[in-house]
């Protein structure tokens, strides 16, 4: 209850801290003539002659998408339904689904009234005009991994690219309107509906280069470009979004733009990073692609102290290890703190040979092995192998069946694998989700005490991570500089990770049992307490949009920082009357919380 007040407080307070940074309030243009959207049976609601008339615009591929939980446990659908419930391809592969169920007091997964199932940018269009010209709420779903549910909306027109999924290799490539003024560039363009995974076989199992992605394999790549985007080695790379070359992208007004550094720059800027759904569909990216290391791995173990004094020395010795020996382009991924007293390492390298990442780390375990307070639950594990086949399902299924998991369905793509790590998100029901940038300054010396002392207060509330990966600080220059430019926080370059707290249950969409909501609400308060002990050390601390707080009050300060009267002035001159709509996306806060009425 608390949570839902503060979201209503928000929503109702003046942009008083926007304005304090020298943005505008949002003027008529964006107030525009739209003041609230219809819903089925309300009057302005398409006619079915009109439906079927979009219906024949896009080839027949209008879709009424019905959730198979909607009839209960006795139907087949539901049944059927439930025996993929832990396969990420089988939930992004029905429109009327999403990759997460819910969130305690925040949303639940509904489908749309109608979905274009797109097959074309011209698709899109229809579907972008017919939700203008009727006033609809629209939905964009590429992969469905939204944790703040702004991939599905009850009553809404979807757009579902799900068939576009096209991988086009480009050995030098040049922007629209670049000819003479940049060089070529090894690159990759993809369609709206593809995933990492696509991508990846594409581009490295095929063709022997590295494209910076997403670690999760099913992740849509439009909508994790336009967040940012970070992959396991984002420290050597940049974020996914910093890496984009061009776009092509529906506007508001129903026309389809290509868009770089030379066509319409500021959108081609704010679709970096700017958060999807807010500003167009986009239907097709180009990103840069590189020379690809010898050798991925990675590095796992888990040390369990024997004392809470004991935890203390191991996370400062910890945060002391990773400044002198991780901090640096070659390592990403995480480390985990848990009230048990466990510290679970679970970290990934590129441009290191196994023996240079064992070494790397000897000291560390050294000092771990000379004192009696510790042992280990998991010994330590290093692996590592020829990049080409980081992502080669083959490879995997004859030396390391255990890391992954097929999508087993019948005439399903061999390549399509997810990450065993990654299943336990699948579907599931969201307690609670709060992150924080943490700035690489807290790793001087003389400051690393007490950011040993958060970490340690943090882990007596809840569980959390360190991501490395999602921080710039200590990465390759040019990767840092590319990230620069682009419309994230700009505190992400000079942060040395990202700390996550999260907890949740199994899949709950509506339809299916329903979750315990008193323990995701103590498990919400859990998270407030860490994720409070972590911002003693860091109290301005921004936070990545797609992983982050539905309830976050400052958001667009959290979210894009300084870079955020920038992103408003785009959004006013391409969504002039905020057609486009997603929860605390750029402009949203002219709307009430499901973005059908216009808020005062």
Same mark, same amino acid.
Not at 181 to 204: C, E, N, R
Not at 450 to 459: E, G, H, K, V
């Given at each position: ?18 304005? #304090?940074?020298?943005? %505008? ?15 089925? =049976? ?31 446990? @006795? ?78 909306? #009850? ?57 910076? !992605? ?16 970070? @992959? ?67 590095? +796992? !173990? ?6 809470? %004094? $004991?935890?203390? $020395? ?22 985990? +703190? ?20 064992? %070494? ?41 069946? %255990? ?23 699948? @579907? ?21 005490? #007490? ?43 000079? #942060? ?45 601390? @921004? ?7 539905? +309830? ?41 919380? =499901? ?6």
């Amino acid at each position: 209850m608390k949570r839902r007040d503060l979201l209503k407080a928000a929503l109702t307070l003046p942009l008083l801290p926007l304005l #304090a940074r020298g943005a %505008q309030a949002l003027p008529a243009t964006v107030a525009g003539a739209l003041r609230a959207r219809v819903r089925p =049976g309300q009057a302005g609601w398409p006619a079915p002659a009109e439906w079927e008339a979009l219906k024949r615009a896009v080839g027949g591929r209008l879709l009424t998408p019905v959730s198979p939980f909607t009839g209960g446990p @006795g139907t087949a659908a539901y049944a059927q339904a439930s025996r993929q419930l832990r396969n990420p391809f089988a939930l992004g592969d029905d429109p009327a689904l999403t990759q997460t169920s819910g969130w305690s007091g925040a949303w639940a997964s509904r489908p749309s009234a109608y979905a274009v199932a797109a097959e074309s940018a011209a698709d899109v269009a229809a579907a972008v005009d017919f939700a203008r010209r009727h006033r609809l709420r629209l939905v964009v779903k590429g992969g469905g991994h939204s944790y703040q549910g702004t991939s599905n909306a #009850a009553d809404s027109l979807l757009v579902w690219p799900r068939r576009m999924n096209r991988v086009i290799l480009h050995d030098a490539f040049v922007p629209q309107g670049g000819e003479g003024k940049v060089a070529p560039l090894p690159a990759v363009s993809v369609q709206a509906g593809a995933m990492w995974i696509d991508v990846y076989h594409a581009v490295t199992t095929l063709g022997g280069r590295y494209v910076q !992605g997403g670690g999760c394999t099913t992740v849509g790549v439009a909508g994790l470009v336009q967040s940012g985007g970070f @992959g396991s080695f984002s420290k050597g790379f940049g974020t996914a979004a910093s890496n984009l070359l061009e776009a092509e992208v529906v506007t508001a007004d129903g026309a389809v733009l290509v868009v770089n550094e030379h066509a319409h720059p500021e959108l081609f800027w704010g679709l970096k990073g700017g958060g999807g759904g807010s500003l167009g569909v986009v239907t097709r990216l180009t990103l840069r692609t590189f020379e690809l290391p010898p050798f991925f791995g990675a590095m +796992f !173990g888990t040390i369990k102290a024997s004392s809470d %004094q $004991a935890f203390r $020395a191991l996370v400062a010795r910890a945060v002391a290890f990773y400044r002198d020996a991780l901090f640096n382009p070659h390592w990403g991924e995480q480390m985990s +703190f848990a009230p048990d007293n466990t510290l679970s390492i679970m970290m990934v390298f590129q441009g290191l040979t196994q023996a240079q990442a064992e %070494q790397a780390w000897k000291p560390f375990f050294d000092w771990v092995r000379a004192r009696g307070d510790y042992s280990f639950a998991e010994p330590p594990r290093t692996l590592a192998l020829p990049a080409r086949h980081f992502w080669d399902a083959d490879f995997f299924r004859q030396h390391a069946p %255990q890391l992954m998991v097929n999508d087993d369905r019948p005439g399903t793509p061999s390549y399509h694998m997810v990450w065993k790590g990654d299943r336990g998100q699948v @579907g599931w029901f969201i307690h609670g989700y709060q992150s924080a940038w943490l700035p690489a300054a807290l790793l001087a010396p003389g400051r690393q005490p #007490a950011l040993a002392d958060a970490l340690f207060a943090a882990s007596r509330r809840h569980a959390f991570e360190l991501h490395f990966n999602k921080g710039m600080a200590g990465g390759e220059p040019g990767a840092i500089a590319r990230t620069r430019d682009t419309a994230m926080n700009p505190q992400v370059a000079d #942060a040395f990770a990202l700390a996550i707290c999260a907890d949740g249950s199994g899949p709950a969409f509506p339809g299916m049992p329903a979750p315990d909501l008193a323990q995701a609400r103590r498990n919400a308060a859990a998270i407030d307490q860490a994720m409070d002990a972590l911002r003693a050390v860091a109290p301005d601390a @921004g936070s990545y949009v797609s992983e982050s707080d539905y +309830f976050l009050r400052d958001w667009q300060q959290g979210f894009w920082g300084t870079n955020y009267a920038r992103l408003l002035r785009a959004k006013r001159r391409y969504d002039p009357e905020g057609l486009f709509f997603v929860h605390h996306g750029v402009g949203s806060e002219g709307w009430d919380e =499901g973005g059908f009425t216009r808020a005062g």
